[in-house]
């Protein structure tokens, strides 16, 4: 094929069905991937139509021990490699650590860092040898402020993710291959309906901490093709994330215990 091919995950809705148009107009073919076949069976459908590009939904749940291996079989079985790889599927898990299942806590830790790493472990070398890739891994304003109560792995996982691709970024300097983490903070998307905080943060968060799905994905396509390693969108999240850095731990620390209740379950 001609066309390079976009993987997204988490492509069903928000940010990664942003991500797949966002793609698609610069001529990209996309493979989507989710749990919700129908949803990525309308979207591709959309793709096609929209922007005369192809577009395979792939069903898979990441949460899952093979749902790595379901997406790249689902490509391999079209004859195509991938060329651009956006980990963007996630979610939250409310409430204080000590009172949730380790079993729902083990599925988490498998979307939000396991699939992650073997996804971009399988794709990276395919990227490296034909001396082209983009890597656009989606964390989160969470991972560069300090932890909140509440959804307790989500910060430390989109923490892991800024420092995952920022090392990826400096080993592919000379490869062609691109590394990005995406920060972005409070976007709307599904996200807040899906752990149920939907109510909390419409009421407490004033609309101008709030971004679009397609602005995010638009900056982070554009963050990727200038490889610059992370990127944080938004004006208010940019001041956000580099006061972090200028006031003392402790401090910082003490305001998200006083302001972490506005957007966080306990």
């Known amino acids: 094929m001609a066309r390079r091919l976009a993987l997204i995950t988490g492509a069903s809705a928000g940010i990664g069905a942003a991500f797949a148009r966002i793609?698609?107009?610069?001529?990209?073919?996309?493979?989507?991937?989710?749990?919700?076949?129908?949803?990525?069976?309308a979207l591709a459908a959309e793709i096609r139509l929209r922007f005369g590009v192809e577009a395979y939904p792939i069903a898979a749940d990441l949460a899952l021990a093979d749902g790595v291996d379901t997406v790249l079989a689902g490509i391999e079985a079209e004859g195509r490699v991938v060329d651009a790889l956006v980990n963007n599927a996630g979610y939250g898990l409310p409430g204080?650590?000590?009172?949730?299942?380790?079993?729902?806590q083990a599925a988490f830790l498998q979307v939000m860092l396991v699939s992650v790493c073997a996804l971009t472990h399988r794709v990276l070398p395919g990227m490296v040898e034909r001396g082209y890739g983009r890597i656009v891994n989606v964390a989160s304003l969470a991972g560069l402020v300090p932890g909140a109560a509440g959804h307790t792995l989500y910060a430390a996982t989109k923490g892991f993710l800024v420092k995952f691709s920022q090392s990826l970024h400096l080993e592919n300097l000379a490869t062609g291959v691109h590394v990005s983490a995406l920060c972005p903070g409070f976007t709307y998307s599904e996200f807040h309906d899906v752990n149920g905080t939907r109510a909390q943060v419409s009421q407490s968060l004033p609309s101008w901490m709030w971004l679009g799905a397609d602005e995010v994905a638009a900056t982070g396509y554009e963050a990727a093709?200038?490889?610059?390693?992370?990127?944080?969108?938004?004006?208010?999240?940019?001041?956000?994330?580099a006061l972090t850095k200028l006031i003392p731990d402790d401090w910082a620390l003490a305001l998200m215990a006083r302001q972490g209740g506005r957007f966080r379950k306990v």
């Open 23 to 41: 793609y698609a107009s610069h001529g990209y073919d996309v493979a989507l991937t989710a749990r919700r076949l129908d949803r990525l069976e």
């Open 225 to 241: 093709e200038a490889n610059r390693p992370v990127c944080v969108p938004g004006s208010p999240n940019k001041a956000i994330a």
């Open 96 to 104: 204080a650590y000590s009172q949730t299942q380790w079993a729902d």
